[in-house]
């Protein structure tokens, strides 16, 4: 795991996420991402972006399925990487940035549409793995 520093706090360390470079690389370039989430389904980065676009166009209801999916792919590649439930999921480290936004974006459907308490539930998630994240996310508005 690249560029982890030692937790001096003795929690959980901090779990890094693979990186997708084909996945990546096709949403920088613009490739739409209903693509890149049919050819890579892996990667939370994609069905983030669709969370994303289908929220701002008004859809919820999609922007919740997308986000959730999102989130799940995530949660399995943490599990994966050693996450135990708890810890630090750095938003400094790109490859973590798709599962954050899933995470957030799940929030805020969910809040949309009245879900409260899952609202509620991702916010603290989100602060819990990443206050960068839940900062950055909350400053842009998405």
Not at 12 to 20: F, G, S, V
Not at 120 to 138: G, M, N, Q
């Amino acid at each position: 795991m690249t560029g982890m520093t030692q937790n001096l706090l003795g929690g959980p360390p901090p779990t890094e996420l693979p990186d997708h470079p084909e996945a990546r690389e096709a949403l920088e370039n613009g490739v739409d991402p209903f693509e890149v989430a049919a050819r890579h389904p892996e990667y939370p980065g994609a069905w983030a972006e669709l969370a994303d676009r289908a929220f701002a166009r008004g859809g919820v209801i999609d922007s919740y399925a997308f986000a959730r999916t999102g989130y799940h792919r995530g949660l399995d590649q943490l599990r994966r990487a050693g996450w135990k439930g708890q810890g630090p999921v750095p938003w400094e480290h790109e490859p973590n940035r798709g599962f954050l936004r899933s995470l957030h974006a799940l929030g805020r459907a969910a809040a949309a549409i009245g879900e409260d308490a899952e609202a509620e539930r991702c916010r603290t998630f989100l602060r819990d793995s990443s206050e960068t994240a839940a900062k950055v996310l909350a400053e842009n508005g998405k």
